[in-house]
Every structure is written in C-alpha cells, then in structure tokens.
C-alpha cells in the first residue's frame, strides 16, 4: 500500500515522501485498524487521514469541533479538486440535505460534521446509507473527561461506529497525557490499543518564564529586538488586545487584534494581513489558535497565566513552523496565580444559578417548553445578561457548560456575503418563470450576472440587486426566500449576529441537569491542571522543554541548554560582586534621573539582561529604589 499512498500524496499534495511517522499511520489506517495519532502541533496530522481515505473507495466523515476549522480544511481539498463539504449546526436545512445526499451517492469524498451533527436523526439515517471508507476523529482529546476541552457530543462516536462496524478510525491529537491517551482508545471502542506518536519535543523552539511586574514594558523590548519574522501576543481578554495592539501601534510596532467578538469578515482580514507579513504582530485571545500555520512565527509572548498547560503548548508550537530558531515568553507578575485560582472559582456557577440561566434564555427566545430542538436564533448574550440582570462572565460560563451537555452550539456572527445557488436544472428554469413571472426579472438578472450559479454557490449583494432591480433590499431577501421555499435556489442569508442553536427541545427546568463529567469532574480536572501551570511556573530549577516533556509523558533528562531555566545554569550565579557593581551602575544612573524598567540592562552594560532584571528585582523588593505602576524606576535619597 505505499506505493499507493505515496502515489496520492505526490498527485494531491505534490510532495514525494511523508513526514516521520505519517506513512506507518498511513500504512495502519489502510490495513483496517483503528488508531490513535499523537502528532504534535504543525505535524502533518490531516495528511494521516486525507491520504489514506483518498486511496479507499467510499466518503470520509470527520468530526472536528471547530466551524472555522471545517471550513478552511473543506476550502483546501476543493482547492486540490477534491470533493469535500461541511455541516453544522445552523445551516441552511437544504444545503444539509444535499451534502448528505452528495455522500450517499458516492460524490462527495469528504463529509465534515461537527460533533453535536453525529446525535441527530437526519445524520444516523443518512449514514445508514453512505458506504463509509473512514471515520477521522479530529482533536479526540475532547472524548476524554481528562481532556482539557472535554464535550460530551463526542461521546456519540461510538454510538455511530454500530452503524458502520467495519469502517476503521482514525483519532488524531496534538496535546495529550498518558491518561487521556487510554482513555480516547477505550470510549471510541478501540478493537486492540494502537498508538502513534511523534516526540513533542521541539528543539528550535525555546521555551521561557519571565517573572516580572512590568509586562507591557517588557513585550516592547522583545519585539523591538526581533529583526524577522512574525509574533502572537495571547491574552485572556478581550479588551486587552485592542489596548496592548495599539500601544504596540503607538510604540512603532506593526500589530493589529484578534478575538470572537470581532465579525467573521474584520477576523479573516486581519488574519490574511498577518499571514502575509503585512503586519508584524497579532494580539489574540485563545480564539486565535487551531488551523494556524504559518512559518516564520519567531515569537510568542503570554500576558497572562494559560488554565492548562495542555493550551499552552499549543498556543507557544505556533512558532518556529519552519524548524528555525523561535522563542516564547510566559510572563508572570505576583498577582497572576492567584487570578488563575480565581478563574477558576468564576468558571464554574452553582448548579442553581445555571439551571435559573438556562431557564431564562428559553424566556427570552420565546421558546416554549417542548419546542426548539434543531433551531437557530439571534442572541446576543450582552443583551441578555442586562435583561436578566445576570453577570455577563457568569452567563457565558453557564452557557459553556450547557454547550459542553449538549443543549445549545453558540455560533459566531457572520458578515461574510450571502450564497446561492440555482438548484433547478436549465429545463426547468423556463417552466417555473412561466408559472412564476413575478420573479422572472430577479432569475433572469441572477443568471445574467452570477456564471456559475447553476453549479455552485456563487456570493451576491443584496443592495447592488436592489439598486439594479429598483426594489427594496428587504424585498429581495423575501423574493430569494420565497424561490427557496419553492425548491427553486438555496438561499444562505448572511447574518449580522451571533446565534445560539437548540440541539434538543427546551425542557422543564425540574428535568434540567448536568451530568458529573461535565460538571464536578471537569471542575475538579481544571483544578488540577491550574496546578500543573503553576508548578510549572514556579519550578526554576529543571528545563522548561523537560518539563513540559514529562507532563506528555515522555521520560527524558536531555536538557535543551536555551530557557531560563538552562540559561541560569550555564552562568555563574548572582554573586555579591555581581550585584554590587550592577546596583550601583543603576543607581548611580537614577542620580540622574527616572528611566524605565525595560531599560535597566542598558544602565548595565557587560551583564547579561536575566542577572540584571534579578538584581533590580531585589532592589525594589527591598526598598531600595521605587518602580512606579508605569514601571518608572526611581532612587531613594542615600543615607
């Protein structure tokens, strides 16, 4: 079978021989095992299922929880001529009854769904039919309540594996310990266990902790020494990349923002400017991070604490893609670990206030009790939290967890341009205009300006229709709607607001309830890992690439002599010698007046940066010189 799969991978991806590890997991999806491929980030993990299945007669379902994701993937393989398409919650009803029919007549190669997709009845009758040549669950960690990003909606895979019994699987995950690794195996009902997995070791990449009060101060100094390439700057609000952004700006920086709440169409601009170097750095949240890749990324900066080190070392193997020399910086000021305990406490309302949460948003959406199941509605949880005088953070934690038990999908606000497509054949077009002439000036000015309508989704604007056909946008919208219902078009509507889907009907709220593994086992899971993080922050005595190795599993003492952690071992000490010719230097020099923290090692020359910072550290610490809250460094008077 090598020869074979080599032969795809040369044909549709245009490379001539695998990436380590990806041809023997190739080589065990094509003989019908299943198997689990721990690939780390950047590892080639979509090559270990696209290329097998393209060698397999029959369509490919695969289960990823990302829209975004989706998206871009089934972007790509149409790119290479590949049949491929999506569904999710909140889709347009007839686009999803074409992909299902498209897989269940053999013209479709890739059939992407999103795990809540895998419960409902329209799937498992579908599938009943489709001949299924693999089943690739992406990110499989989310199966496991050990995972950092455990949903229960994943748990129906194997419910699904009855309906196709020969059909292999593939899992696939970046980030997983040895515990979340049995366990993907056993709830996915693994017929013998089957593990392939690269070394999460990253040799080019160097791994720091910084601890310092002045991060702002800091980040500028790391970027203004970076002579190439690209960084990512992650935070944890939303606020905060707006503000650090535009200090960067102010500061001669390159730099833009990225979040969830900012519309798809803005994000995906922003995103493109990035890739293509346009601008030098991204300030994000956790929202930008999975489907990344872009080569040349030598820096990544956290402000704040990550809630695992699960996230984090995906977020930090953003960089260095290309196998060049990279850095990251987890910076850390006195009061961050006790805001992780704190977010943690946040993250998880009381049993009675999410129940009293759940309620109200059927209220609010006008949904009576028994009614909802598989639709969509505009909210804005802003709003909603206002009209129910609920905190807004705690809300959107109640939701989450609702989200995780299945009951709703949050899907983001969409700006990009309406679609459609003109379903009825050429035959028919001209038999429904002379039993419909009131449309018959909107399909022909369809057909004369949008090639290719008949075959694919082709975008239209609404307003240039209306401005050409003299008629009110919103009467148009109503036209396309009504040739939808018609059967004659599908219409996919942008919109302008996010929504929240209802996956079942809504239910009395004395029959509302969150099972443990969503609840108090993931809570009592998150405090752990807030643990590890801060283990792994306050450990300067073992290497950071060392530890993070250990905590995947790997057993390993080769230090990688680069992180902070090495750095300090390779130099001699902070003696007394040392820190008395520093903190005159730097005392001296405040004689003359206030300079930044940021500055410090220019006040020192010859010394390296780290014994530096450490001696200003212990000279504030003991009062003698003054950091202001905008790290101003100041002298005290000599006695």
């Known amino acids: 079978m090598s020869e074979l799969t080599r032969n795809v991978l040369k044909r549709y991806w245009g490379y001539s021989s695998f990436r380590p590890h990806q041809e023997d997991i190739v080589d065990s999806v094509i003989s019908g095992r299943d198997t689990l491929a721990l690939l780390p980030t950047g590892g080639g993990k979509s090559i270990c299922f696209q290329v097998p299945a393209m060698a397999m007669d029959g369509v490919c379902i695969v289960v990823t929880p990302l829209i975004s994701l989706m998206k871009d993937q089934v972007q790509h393989l149409k790119d290479l001529n590949i049949p491929a398409r999506a569904i999710y919650s909140g889709m347009n009803n007839s686009l999803i009854e074409l992909a299902y029919n498209e897989a269940v007549f053999g013209s479709l190669k890739f059939l992407y769904v999103s795990p809540e997709r895998l419960i409902t ?68 009902g ?140 987890l910076l850390v000021a006195d009061s961050d670990i006790r805001k992780l305990k704190d977010n943690l406490d946040q993250s998880y309302p009381d049993i009675d206030r999410i129940k009293y949460i759940y309620d109200s948003i059927g209220k609010f959406l006008n949904v009576p009790i028994g009614a909802g199941e598989n639709q969509s509605f505009d909210f804005i949880l802003k709003d909603f939290a206002q009209h129910y005088q609920i905190p807004l953070l705690e809300a959107f934690n109640a939701i989450r967890l609702m989200t995780s038990e299945g009951y709703f999908t949050m899907s983001e606000a969409m700006l990009s341009p309406s679609e459609l497509m003109i379903t009825a054949g050429k035959d028919e077009i001209f038999h429904f205009t002379s039993n419909y002439r009131q449309y018959e000036q909107t399909i022909a000015f369809l057909l004369r300006n949008h090639p290719g309508i008949l075959s694919n989704f082709v975008k239209i604007n609404e307003e240039a229709i209306s401005h050409n056909l003299g008629v009110e946008v919103e009467t148009i919208q109503e036209t396309l709607k009504k040739l939808e219902s018609l059967n004659f078009l599908i219409f996919k509507q942008r919109s302008s607001k996010p929504q929240i889907h209802f996956n079942t009907d809504r239910m009395d709220i004395r029959h509302f309830a969150l099972s443990d593994e969503v609840y108090r086992n993931r809570k009592e899971d998150a405090a752990k890992r807030i643990q590890a993080v801060i283990d792994f922050v306050n450990d300067d005595s073992t290497c950071r690439s060392i530890q993070l190795l250990r905590y995947f599993g790997e057993k390993t003492r080769k230090k990688c002599g680069k992180c902070d952690v090495c750095n300090n071992d390779n ?32 006040h020192a020359k010859g010394y390296f940066e780290e014994k530096v910072f450490e001696v200003v550290r212990i000279m504030i610490d003991n009062g003698v010189i003054i950091q202001d809250e905008e790290g101003l460094l100041r002298g005290r008077k000599r006695r």
Request: one cysteine or more; hydrophobic letters at 40%; glycine letters at 6%.
């Open 121 to 188: 009845r329209a799937f498992i009758e579908a599938v009943k039919k489709m001949r299924v040549c693999l089943l690739a669950i992406d990110e499989s960690h989310c199966i496991s309540q050990w995972g950092y990003d455990f949903r229960p909606p994943y748990l129906k895979i194997s419910d699904i594996r009855k309906y196709i019994p020969k059909t292999p699987l593939i899992a696939l995950t970046a980030t997983a310990t040895p515990v979340v690794v049995d366990d993907i195996q056993y709830r996915l």
């Open 190 to 329: 693994f017929k013998m266990r089957n593990v392939f997995q690269s070394s999460f070791e990253r040799k080019n990449v160097t791994y720091n902790v910084m601890k310092i009060q002045d991060k702002n101060g800091m980040l500028l100094r790391l970027f203004q020494k970076m002579s190439s390439g690209s960084g990512i700057v992650y935070v944890r609000s939303r606020s905060r990349t707006k503000t650090i952004a535009e200090w960067l700006q102010a500061s001669g920086i390159s730099a833009t923002f990225y979040h969830a709440g900012i519309d798809a169409k803005t994000r995906d601009e922003r995103q493109r400017l990035w890739m293509e170097g346009k601008t030098k750095v991204i300030v994000a949240t956790n929202a930008f991070g999975m489907g990344i890749d872009k080569p040349d990324v030598r820096l990544v900066v956290h402000m704040d604490l990550p809630d695992s080190l699960e996230a984090y070392f995906q977020e930090a193997g953003r960089a260095g893609r290309d196998l060049k020399p990279s850095q990251t910086f």
């Open 571 to 602: 130099r001699i000490g902070l003696g007394d010698n040392d820190y008395k010719e520093i903190s005159n230097l730097i005392y001296n020099d405040l004689d003359n007046g206030s300079f930044h923290i940021s500055e410090a090692p220019q």
